[in-house]
């Protein structure tokens, strides 16, 4: 438990009494995705960042000096750890002294790198998250909150899904589970780079992902196996969401019109439903203007937005379309995943409802 003080240039930094029983996490890379996981878990009564990783000193490893996040090195041998030290930043050691004191690693450095720090977790013996970067086959498993929270409860280590994915899912399975299957066919027009990125592109073309179907849809049945889904996808010059552009084939019976799929979805945790025209948020600029409002830090949207004037029911064909703030929609999915590992919360809305609450009052939202 602990309480929050204003830190340096208004970081919000969390003062610890007592962290009896409260969950250790170690953040493995804190770039984009490690940054923001780290906020969020700081955000939380029941866990604590006992450290983050950074490679070498960067101005990236300001922010955790001003979130007060000890500063590890990626690698443990004394080179490299003694390079921060002479850039001025307090070092507390390499990765294994990290793992050392953490109950559960959460990988966040860049896609591929899965198979090299796994067996760094294994050889420490502790619980492991790893992101969308990775493939399925790594773990075995995977997790998004409301796809599987309960298949992942105790489990030694697993993969939270990409942004894509994790998209999909939270339209997707509310309406697996009011109709009992689904057949889904889905375009990503996808963002190029995030917005930090200064070598990606295209910055003048639209790219086809030339591997059909591409991974995204696919990746959903690792959640939720019993969605038949496929996915063609696209990359755009922008840098700022991904827009996904859905039909999904509804079976006999569903019982469901245009209204009450917008009903369910205004009621499903994490998903926001707009009426584009009467709010004037027609494209990804205007959304991501209004999270810039919401006050998240980074101007975060942890919510999929859904177009309520873009969603339409035509027989029993769904066709709609939903914007995903792809730096930021997994970051709440890590922190219930954190719990579902720990098993120390088996309903996953009721973590839902925790992370949640927590991450607005940390930021005073
Ligand atoms: P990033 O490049 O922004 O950050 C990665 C960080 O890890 C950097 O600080 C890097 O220095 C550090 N790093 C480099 N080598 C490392 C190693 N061997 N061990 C530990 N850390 C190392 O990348 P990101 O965008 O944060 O992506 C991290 C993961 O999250 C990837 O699997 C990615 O696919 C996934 N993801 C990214 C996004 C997104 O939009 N950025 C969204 C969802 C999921």
Same mark, same amino acid.
Not at 346 to 354: H, N, T
């Given at each position: 438990?602990?309480?929050?003080?204003?830190?340096?240039?208004?970081?919000?930094?969390?003062?610890?009494?007592?962290?009896?029983?409260?969950?250790?996490?170690?953040?493995?890379?804190?770039?984009?995705?490690?940054?923001?996981?780290?906020?969020?878990?700081?955000?939380?009564?029941?866990?604590?960042?006992?450290?983050?990783?950074?490679?070498?000193?960067?101005?990236?490893?300001?922010?955790?000096?001003?979130?007060?996040?000890?500063?590890?090195?990626?690698?443990?041998?004394?080179?490299?750890?003694?390079?921060?030290?002479?850039?001025?930043?307090?070092? #507390?050691?390499?990765?294994?002294?990290?793992?050392?004191?953490?109950?559960?690693?959460?990988?966040?450095?860049?896609?591929?790198?899965?198979?090299?720090?796994?067996?760094?977790?294994?050889?420490?013996?502790?619980?492991?998250?790893?992101?969308?970067?990775?493939?399925?086959?790594?773990?075995?498993?995977?997790?998004? #909150?409301?796809?599987?929270?309960?298949?992942?409860?105790?489990?030694?280590?697993?993969?939270?899904?990409?942004c894509n994915?994790?998209g999909?899912?939270r339209t997707?399975?509310?309406?697996?589970?009011?109709?009992? #299957?689904?057949?889904?066919?889905?375009?990503m027009i996808r963002r190029?780079?995030?917005?930090?990125?200064?070598?990606?592109?295209?910055?003048?073309?639209?790219? =086809?992902?030339?591997?059909?179907?591409?991974?995204?849809?696919?990746?959903?049945?690792?959640?939720?196996?019993?969605?038949?889904?496929?996915?063609?996808?696209?990359?755009?010059?922008t840098?700022i969401m991904h827009v996904h552009s859905i039909?999904?084939?509804?079976? =006999?019976?569903?019982?469901?019109?245009?209204?009450?799929?917008?009903?369910?979805?205004?009621?499903?945790?994490?998903v926001i439903i707009m009426?584009g025209?009467?709010?004037?948020i027609t494209t990804t600029a205007e959304v991501m203007e209004m999270a810039?409002?919401?006050?998240?830090?980074?101007?975060?949207l942890?919510e999929i937005f859904v177009w309520?004037?873009g969603?339409?029911?035509?027989?029993?064909?769904?066709?709609y379309f939903q914007a995903i703030h792809q730096?930021s929609d997994?970051?709440?999915?890590?922190?219930?995943?954190?719990?579902?590992?720990?098993?120390?919360?088996?309903?996953?809305?009721?973590?839902?409802?925790?992370?949640? #609450?927590?991450?607005?009052?940390?930021?005073?939202?």
């Open positions: 438990m602990g309480m929050l003080i204003e830190g340096s240039q208004g970081h919000p930094i969390k003062e610890r009494w007592n962290t009896v029983g409260v969950i250790k996490v170690a953040i493995n890379g804190f770039g984009t995705i490690g940054k923001r996981v780290a906020d969020a878990v700081d955000a939380q009564d029941d866990m604590e960042v006992v450290g983050v990783t950074k490679t070498g000193p960067s101005f990236g490893c300001d922010l955790a000096v001003k979130k007060g996040f000890p500063l590890y090195c990626t690698f443990d041998d004394e080179e490299s750890i003694s390079r921060f030290g002479m850039n001025g930043y307090e070092c #507390s050691g390499g990765l294994s002294d990290l793992l050392s004191v953490a109950d559960v690693v959460v990988d966040c450095a860049p896609g591929k790198l899965g198979a090299d720090n796994l067996s760094k977790y294994k050889s420490a013996g502790i619980k492991y998250m790893f992101q969308g970067g990775e493939k399925h086959s790594l773990t075995g498993l995977s997790y998004t #909150s409301s796809a599987n929270h309960v298949e992942n409860l105790n489990a030694q280590g697993t993969r939270v899904v990409s994915t994790t999909l899912s997707l399975v509310p309406l697996f589970e009011h109709c009992g #299957s689904l057949k889904v066919e889905c375009t190029a780079a995030d917005p930090g990125d200064s070598n990606r592109g295209p910055i003048n073309a639209i790219k =086809p992902v030339l591997k059909v179907p591409s991974h995204h849809g696919p990746d959903v049945m690792t959640v939720k196996p019993e969605i038949e889904i496929n996915s063609l996808a696209v990359a755009v010059p840098t039909i999904a084939d509804l079976p =006999p019976g569903h019982g469901l019109t245009t209204e009450s799929v917008i009903e369910l979805w205004s009621n499903t945790p994490r009426n025209s009467e709010h004037r810039r409002d919401i006050g998240r830090k980074w101007g975060d942890h309520e004037d969603v339409k029911l035509v027989g029993d064909r769904l066709y730096e997994v970051i709440p999915e890590n922190i219930d995943c954190i719990r579902a590992l720990m098993g120390t919360e088996s309903d996953w809305r009721k973590s839902v409802e925790m992370t949640d #609450s927590a991450i607005s009052r940390y930021y005073g939202l």
